[in-house]
């Protein structure tokens, strides 16, 4: 476990880096978590963060890429443009939600 | 801030896929989603029966047999009467509807959007007669064993 301070609090995250409380989570949060990970965060991001953020409190788990494409409005082509290299974990991270573990 | 952050650098994953059964082209396709969701690049190659995964005549008419398939609990007495492997495919395909993975062709779709690169094997396709017109239109090319194996350089080869 890791303890950050990120946008003057202090924020705690997994060894992998998924934020340990949901409830930490903040827009400035996920700005930052994108900026570390060289993303700037646009409209078109933000409608796949707070999709991810309603589902995860419907369900309880990270919904899979699948899911995403197939509810958020977002394309396959979009998400990887959006999050590149990796945009299951990627997505997880910046929307302060738990390592997906869906195959899909 | 972490050392994994999810960002796989340069690794690299071929897939070769050998056959063209349903119950064996989801493994291929799952692997190379799932390498691609990583942020691993994923080269694709489709060679023999495997073809027919990509063959816009076939890819959506694959099939699953019981027959010789003990794992799948038919005897082969049943498993040869006609209509079988009908009902065994549609049973597995509801299956995997429910599992929310998509189709054939939807999946290889998803895998072309997703960056994923595939390729059919130049031999396989002349001998049955195939051209890449035949191919799933996401199919970058046809490239012999020997550009293969140029193409797979550095990477993790899984053979299915």
Known sequence: MTTLEIVGKQVEFDEEGFLKNPDDWTRELAEALAAEMGITLTPKHWQVIEFCRQDFQRTGESPTLRRITKESGVTTKELYKLFPKGPAKKVARIAGLKKPTGCI | ?160
Not at chain 2, 28 to 43: F, H, K, Q, R, S
Not at chain 2, 63 to 91: I, Q, R, S, Y
Not at chain 2, 113 to 131: F, N, P, Q, R, V
């Open chain 2, 1 to 160: 801030m972490f050392a994994q952050n999810g960002d796989n650098g340069e690794r690299k994953l071929c897939i070769i896929c050998s056959k063209g059964t349903l119950d064996m082209a989801y493994p291929g396709l799952i692997l190379a989603n799932a390498a691609l969701m990583e942020g691993i690049d994923v080269t694709m190659f489709f060679t023999f029966w495997g073809l027919d995964i990509i063959n816009k005549k076939k890819m959506k008419h694959l099939k699953c047999t019981p027959l010789g398939n003990p794992a799948m609990g038919m005897p082969n007495l049943l498993a040869v009467m006609p209509g079988a492997t009908h009902l065994v495919t549609k049973m597995m395909e509801k299956e995997i509807e429910k599992l929310d993975f998509p189709p054939v062709d939807e999946f290889l779709q998803m895998i072309a959007d997703a960056g994923g690169e595939m390729y059919g094997c130049k031999m396989s396709m002349d001998m049955m007669k195939l051209t890449q017109d035949d191919l799933f239109e996401g199919v970058a090319g046809v490239v012999g064993a020997m550009e293969f194996m140029e193409m797979s350089e550095n990477a993790q080869v899984l053979f299915i």
